[in-house]
T-cell receptor, first 112, second 113 residues
Framework: DAGVTQSPTHLIKTRGQQVTLRCSPK?????VSWYQQALGQGPQFIFQ???????QRGNFPDRFSGHQFPNYSSELNVNALLLGDSALYLC???????????FGNGTRLTVT | AQSVTQPDIHITVSEGASLELRCNYS??????LFWYVQSPGQGLQLLLK??????LVQGIKGFEAEFKRSQSSFNLRKPSVHWSDAAEYFC???????????FGTGTSLTVIP
């Protein structure tokens, strides 16, 4: 049973560029959440997708956008990258509300 | 708003010794509480969760946690630590809508032989 998979594992971008991160949820899960984890910090909620719609959003600017596909996989897009966007981006899947999150290993984004 | 505080940034214990990691939460209703562990370069793995019922919950890898409403705490414990337990530990509380988790800043655990 495959868990949550994320790609790529590492990414280096230049300030001002755009990036797309991808996530496939755990089999049977229908909800995908994205978190940003800065170095030495806990994960911060970006947004959650369910039935191909953004269900809830954290305190992140509109430069951060996402999408969920009919097969429940998801993408996170970040435009106009800033140095401060350098972080580990974690995708988590779940089934329904209040259920535990299952995390992927993350994508390490470095903005130079 | 919900929040989580993990007062200990870093803890060092000897292998075989007992462990307690502290977690305090801020939440208006019955909280949904979780402990996760993160090894270097890895995602977060769920250790245990509390939704309701028995305030002492058992998790994987021999961990347990006790929910104390009067103290707004959900401390993680293990009777005998193994070297493989060295990792970063995160406490989290679920939002009242069930859509997002609020994480603490984590406690880094070092295990010495």
């Amino acid at each position: 049973d495959a868990g949550v998979t994320q790609s790529p594992t590492h990414l280096i971008k230049t300030r001002g560029q755009q990036v797309t991160l991808r996530c496939s949820p755990k089999s049977g899960h229908d909800t995908v959440s994205w978190y940003q984890q800065a170095l030495g910090q806990g994960p911060q909620f970006i947004f959650q997708y369910y039935e191909e719609e953004e269900r809830q959003r954290g305190n992140f600017p509109d430069r951060f956008s996402g999408h969920q596909f009919p097969n429940y996989s998801s993408e996170l897009n970040v435009n106009a990258l800033l140095l401060g966007d350098s972080a580990l981006y974690l995708c988590a899947s779940s089934l329904g509300l209040y259920s535990p999150l299952h995390f992927g290993n993350g994508t390490r984004l470095t903005v130079t | 708003a919900q929040s989580v505080t993990q007062p200990d940034i870093h803890i060092t214990v000897s292998e075989g010794a007992s462990l307690e990691l502290r977690c305090n939460y801020s939440y208006g209703a019955t909280p949904y509480l979780f402990w996760y562990v993160q090894s270097p370069g890895q995602g977060l793995q769920l250790l245990l969760k509390y939704f309701s019922g028995d305030t002492l919950v058992q998790g994987i890898k021999g961990f347990e946690a006790e929910f104390k409403r009067s103290q707004s705490s959900f401390n993680l414990r293990k009777p005998s630590v193994h070297w493989s337990d060295a990792a970063e530990y995160f406490c989290a509380v679920g939002s009242n809508t069930g859509n997002q988790f609020y994480f603490g800043t984590g406690t880094s655990l070092t295990v010495i032989p």
